[in-house]
């Protein structure tokens, strides 16, 4: 007597062209989803920083800097600013005095903190400059102003014009210096559930360095 049994698709071995085919699929697959994710990582670059006509002078027994930052806000910055919070950002400056037996040596540093703020009942906008940190309550503010439009407060603060940013005697006439130059939007100064979302997000990174050899320019 002979028997006859059927192979049932789901216990027969796959035959390679199967394999195959299924490896491709998944590999087309993976292809896919990774260009997804660079497209979407592209979609969502940082915000640029640049800094555009930087002059250093001297000017009655000091260095001073001028010069204009150049950004955007992004949409989230510009609805927290809305929502009634307010955005802190920092220039900073530091000379060192290059040395050929040890490390460069820092001979100056400055820093400008400003704060910028929306003013609901008046829908004007406030901007505050200091040099040292503002705190809630307004302390350490030596420069305030208000603007009608975001525009107006943006361009303010975005100029640097005559910064002291060190003493003339600071600076060695036979040696070499180098400049370097911060800018950033203060994430630490966000409320604290903001500070948590905002972390690691090209929403809220507002960020520039840049170190370049200390030119001073003759006094116009």
């Known amino acids: 007597m002979a028997f006859i049994t059927r192979c049932w698709r789901k216990l027969c071995p796959p035959k390679p062209h199967q394999v195959w085919g299924a490896c491709l699929r998944v590999l087309l697959l993976a292809a896919l989803c990774n260009f997804g994710w660079q497209t979407s990582t592209l979609a969502?670059?940082?915000?640029?920083?640049?800094?555009?006509?930087?002059?250093?002078?001297?000017?009655?027994?000091?260095?001073?800097?001028?010069?204009?930052?150049?950004?955007e806000l992004s949409a989230a910055m510009q609805e927290a600013l809305l929502k009634g919070i307010a955005l802190h950002f920092v220039s900073e400056v530091e000379i060192t005095r290059e040395r050929w037996y040890f490390y460069d040596k820092r001979v100056a540093r400055a820093e400008r903190y400003m704060r910028l703020s929306y003013l609901p009942?008046?829908?004007?906008?406030?901007?505050?400059?200091?040099?040292?940190?503002?705190?809630?309550n307004g302390l350490g503010v030596i420069l305030g102003q208000t603007f009608d439009s975001l525009e107006e407060a943006t361009a303010t603060m975005q100029r640097m014009t005559q910064w002291r940013i060190a003493s003339q005697a600071d600076i060695d006439a036979d040696a070499n210096h180098t400049l370097e130059m911060k800018f950033k939007l203060d994430?630490?100064?966000?409320?604290?559930?903001?500070?948590?979302?905002?972390?690691?997000?090209?929403?809220?990174?507002?960020?520039?360095?840049?170190?370049?050899?200390?030119v001073v320019e003759p006094t116009r």
Not at 50 to 56: A, F, I, K, N
């Open 44 to 71: 969502q670059t940082a915000p640029t920083v640049e800094l555009q006509g930087l002059r250093v002078e001297r000017q009655e027994g000091a260095l001073v800097l001028s010069g204009k930052w150049h950004y």
């Open 121 to 136: 009942l008046t829908r004007r906008w406030r901007l505050n400059i200091a040099n040292q940190p503002i705190s809630a």
């Open 187 to 214: 994430l630490n100064q966000l409320p604290r559930p903001l500070q948590i979302g905002a972390t690691g997000s090209n929403d809220w990174s507002l960020t520039f360095a840049k170190r370049m050899p200390l």
